[in-house]
């Protein structure tokens, strides 16, 4: 993939994490997709983990929005490193604050890896 598809691909990835459209999001993913929350000890194998783990995100918060990107994409590695701020709304309307960067890696046209550093506690939890 060329530097901009790689950058439009974590686009991708992130309009439907805020617009809670799995199904969008699951055609940015392989089947066997590994997803870790390196800072919390999380590792989810493969899209139903993945689904479960979004499912309750979603659930327990009333928007997600991710913003105030900067892309480091390689086309020769098929990597994109992405930092971005994340504005979570609580149920009772609060507003949570986190600094993340996120590593993707890429087989073919999805992420087959993406490794999240989040700042504060764990909003991505499989349980």
Same mark, same amino acid.
């Given at each position: 993939?060329q530097?901009d ?9 992130f309009?439907?994490?805020? &617009? ?6 699951s055609t ?6 590994v997803?870790t929350?390196e800072?919390? &000890?999380?590792?989810l194998?493969?899209i139903a983990?993945i689904?479960?783990m979004?499912d ?8 997600v ?5 900067t892309?480091?994409?390689s086309?020769?590695d &098929?990597?994109v490193?992405?930092?971005f701020?994340?504005?979570?709304t609580?149920r009772?309307?609060?507003l949570t604050?986190?600094s993340n960067?996120?590593f ?6 999805r992420?087959c ?6 700042a504060g506690?764990?909003?991505?939890d499989?349980s």
């Open positions: 993939m530097r598809e790689l950058v439009g691909l974590v686009e991708r990835y309009s439907a994490v805020d &617009g809670e459209d799995f199904e969008v999001l940015t993913l392989t089947d066997d997709c997803f929350v800072t919390h &000890g999380v590792e194998n493969g983990a689904r479960g979004f309750k995100l979603w659930a327990d918060h009333a928007a929005r991710h913003q105030n990107f892309h480091v994409p086309a020769e &098929g990597r490193a992405s930092q701020t994340v504005v979570n609580e009772d309307g609060g604050y986190k960067c996120n993707f890696e890429t087989r073919g046209d992420f890896r993406v490794a999240v550093y989040m506690a764990n909003t991505l499989e």
